[in-house]
T-cell receptor, first 111, second 110 residues
Framework: GENVEQHPSTLSVQEGDSAVIKCTYS??????FPWYKQELGKGPQLIID?????GEKKDQRIAVTLNKTAKHFSLHITETQPEDSAVYFC??????????FGDGTTLTVKP | DAGITQSPRHKVTETGTPVTLRCHQT?????MYWYRQDPGHGLRLIHY???????DKGEVSDGYSVSRSKTEDFLLTLESATSSQTSVYFC?????????FGSGTRLTVV
């Protein structure tokens, strides 16, 4: 089955700096790569996603890049703000409909 | 989250007792999932469903069963709860794109 590895497990940045979280996947059949943000006491929430036919996607301060050949994808957050502090999960999904998640990255943005 | 609710939100139960968690959706989405979240393990898939009466096992299905008799409801049952099943349980729904998660059920088995 699919295996997704996520790094780093914790990340601390100064407000205004950029943050990058990286994931690798094992199943070349995976074709959909979402990112979720989980705030304390809540369920994960989809923040951005990318399909395998696209190399990069941006939404304001958030961007995701995908390298299909190397089987890795990354989340980039620019101009970080304290409200970006949360746990972030990457995931990989095939047409079978189920996603495999990374173990999560705890991002702390220091004011 | 809008369109998906989990009940109960919190539960404490004794070892050996049966427990059922409920996930209800109003989105008419085909896919429904149960995940558990534990420190250091992220989100792990327990069971999932492609439709009414169509379910399959995930990576950590031992000790759990599910049922989906209606599109809107997906039930997770612990037949005989153990302390290792203390966790936060999340239900998710999907229309073949990203997931929408419920708010979670915190289950403690004592």
């Amino acid at each position: 089955g699919e295996n997704v590895e996520q790094h780093p497990s914790t990340l601390s940045v100064q407000e205004g700096d950029s943050a990058v979280i990286k994931c690798t996947y094992s199943d070349s059949a995976s074709n959909y790569f979402p990112w979720y943000k989980q705030e304390l006491g809540k369920g994960p929430q989809l923040i951005i996603d990318i399909r395998s036919n696209v190399g990069e996607k941006k939404d304001q301060r958030i961007a995701v890049t995908l390298n299909k050949t190397a089987k890795h994808f990354s989340l980039h957050i620019t101009e970080t703000q304290p409200e970006d502090s949360a746990v972030y999960f990457c995931a990989a999904r095939t047409n079978a409909g189920k996603s495999t998640f990374g173990d999560g990255t705890t991002l702390t943005v220091k004011p | 989250d809008a369109g998906i609710t989990q009940s109960p939100r919190h539960k404490v139960t004794e070892t050996g007792t049966p427990v059922t968690l409920r996930c209800h959706q109003t989105e008419n989405h085909r896919y429904m999932y149960w995940y558990r979240q534990d420190p250091g393990h992220g989100l792990r898939l327990i069971h999932y469903s492609y439709g009414v009466k169509d379910t399959d096992k995930g990576e950590v299905s031992d000790g759990y069963s599910v049922s989906r008799s209606k599109t809107e409801d997906f039930l997770l049952t612990l037949e005989s709860a153990t302390s290792s099943q203390t966790s936060v349980y999340f239900c998710a729904i999907s229309d073949d794109l990203g997931y929408t998660f419920g708010s979670g059920t915190r289950l403690t088995v004592v």
